[in-house]
């Protein structure tokens, strides 16, 4: 079975969107890309960097022309930051170009997974736990509306297995 549109994963930071999308990749016989990653690649270093070194808005303008880049008609497997859909219009976006699933999960599951990969996310490490909780309820519910618009929505806190295998099905139907 192989999709006729490109599949983009999108949900918050922890949500399992690289995980999941490189096996979904995997099992669909497809490329997969990361937005987070390519950025990187294109600007020469990390996130991180990018922000310190530059700002939050020219970051997001590097996720916009990221995505003005992605061609539509090749059929792949893309993982997106956490942010992308939900500035300019980058949700309608997505949603002309492919099919967009997002995986949501609880804010604990997100807490606890956040929480463990802290080194990876510097710009969150230096929040304490409780200013980490409120970060995600906050930014969750102003982003809901977008994530929301999503072709398929899935509970992500299961098994990256157990997720692909719902998704093979949902993209089966
Ligand atoms: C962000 C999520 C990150 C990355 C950036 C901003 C966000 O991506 O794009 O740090 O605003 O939610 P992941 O969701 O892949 O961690």
Same mark, same amino acid.
């Given at each position: 079975? &192989?999709?006729? *549109?490109?599949?983009?994963?999108? !949900?918050? =930071? @922890?949500?399992? *969107?690289?995980?999941?999308?490189?096996?979904?990749?995997?099992?669909? !016989?497809?490329?997969?890309?990361?937005?987070?990653?390519?950025?990187?690649?294109?600007? !020469?270093?990390?996130? /991180?960097?990018?922000?310190?070194?530059?700002?939050?808005?020219?970051?997001?303008? &590097?996720?916009?022309?990221?995505?003005?880049?992605? /061609?539509?008609? +090749? =059929?792949?497997?893309?993982?997106?930051?956490?942010? $992308?859909?939900?500035?300019?219009?980058?949700? #309608? +976006?997505?949603?002309? =170009? @492919?099919?967009?699933?997002?995986?949501?999960?609880?804010?604990?599951?997100?807490?606890?997974?956040?929480?463990?990969?802290?080194?990876? &996310?510097?710009?969150?490490?230096?929040?304490? !736990?409780?200013?980490? =909780?409120?970060?995600?309820?906050?930014?969750?519910?102003?982003?809901?509306?977008?994530?929301?618009?999503?072709?398929?929505?899935?509970? @992500?806190?299961?098994?990256? #297995?157990?997720?692909? +295998?719902? $998704?093979?099905?949902? $993209?089966? *139907?």
């Amino acid at each position: 079975m &192989r999709p006729q *549109k490109v599949i983009f994963l999108i !949900g918050f =930071m @922890g949500a399992g *969107k690289s995980s999941v999308g490189k096996l979904l990749s995997v099992l669909l !016989g497809l490329d997969f890309i990361d937005s987070d990653s390519s950025i990187e690649k294109n600007e !020469g270093m990390s996130i /991180d960097s990018i922000v310190k070194n530059h700002s939050w808005d020219y970051f997001r303008e &590097r996720e916009a022309e990221w995505l003005a880049n992605v /061609d539509p008609n +090749k =059929m792949i497997v893309c993982a997106t930051g956490g942010g $992308l859909p939900c500035f300019q219009d980058n949700m #309608e +976006k997505l949603l002309q =170009m @492919g099919t967009v699933i997002y995986l949501e999960c609880s804010n604990e599951v997100l807490f606890e997974r956040i929480t463990t990969q802290k080194t990876h &996310r510097p710009l969150l490490s230096a929040l304490s !736990g409780d200013e980490l =909780m409120n970060f995600i309820t906050t930014t969750i519910t102003d982003r809901a509306s977008y994530y929301k618009r999503a072709n398929i929505i899935i509970n @992500g806190n299961g098994s990256v #297995e157990g997720i692909g +295998k719902q $998704l093979m099905l949902w $993209l089966s *139907k």
